[in-house]
């Protein structure tokens, strides 16, 4: 995670509804809110650009200071809705946090090498609760299949947590599992009936094509 949290001015925001938030659109600026355990709501606008960087470079999980009226807030990412078809950001939630404090996160969960030859691995969890200080929260959590064999099963509790990081997500949750390709034996038999079928064609145009010749003459 980089150690630079990053700052975003803002403003407050006193108007709400869809009309308010298509007026915000037109000004590429979105709508958010930050709440907390120690903050009342705190609803603003942000520049869409703004956020939208913090989140290509800093992740969903980002940590930043926003500052609102010259007062800065110490905030994380909580949520985040998309529009569907532009897939700009429309609105964001923001957490308030304290230094110190501790968080459950979900970490995208990354894997890297390749299984034994012959063999495909298939994902079954593409992030994973942890707990985390809030300032330190791991971009990613990787996960070595390097040479994995035939019926490899790598659960949560197989993942190595980063420093100060401990694994909130049930111990039995499947990450990623290893076998071998599955045949699929109709597939397989449709495509010899095929080829036996093409050559069986190609035979008859032969004999044919000699019948032909045999008359000619």
């Known amino acids: 995670m980089a150690n630079e949290r990053p700052v975003i001015k803002a403003e407050a925001r006193t108007e709400f509804g869809k009309g308010a938030a298509r007026r915000l659109r037109r ?4 709508p958010g809110v930050i709440y907390g355990s120690n903050t009342e709501p705190i609803h603003f606008a942000a520049g869409l650009l703004e956020i939208q960087t913090l989140l290509r470079y800093h992740g969903v999980n980002a940590v930043l ?31 308030s946090i304290k230094r110190g404090e501790k968080v459950e996160v979900e970490v995208p969960v990354t894997i890297e090498g390749e299984p ?14 942890i707990e985390a200080d809030v300032l330190n929260i791991p971009e990613e959590i990787v996960v070595s299949i390097e040479g994995a064999e035939n019926g490899t099963v790598i659960t949560a509790a197989d993942l ?3 420093e100060g990081s401990t694994l909130v997500a049930d111990e039995e949750t499947v990450i ?9 034996t109709e597939l397989e038999e449709a495509a010899e009936a ?24």
């Open 194 to 217: 095929a080829e036996e079928g093409g050559a069986d064609a190609g035979a008859e145009s032969v004999d044919e094509g000699e019948s032909s010749s045999d008359n000619e003459e």
């Open 160 to 162: 190595t947590m980063p």
């Open 27 to 30: 000004e590429w600026k979105i």
């Open 65 to 95: 200071e926003l500052e609102i009226d010259g007062q800065q807030h110490l905030t994380m990412v909580k949520h985040v809705d998309q529009n569907v078809l532009t897939l700009d950001v429309d609105h964001i939630d923001l957490l």
């Open 116 to 129: 034994a030859p012959g063999m495909m691995y298939l994902q079954d969890a593409d992030v994973v609760m």
């Open 176 to 184: 990623v599992s290893i076998s071998e390709p599955e045949v699929d």
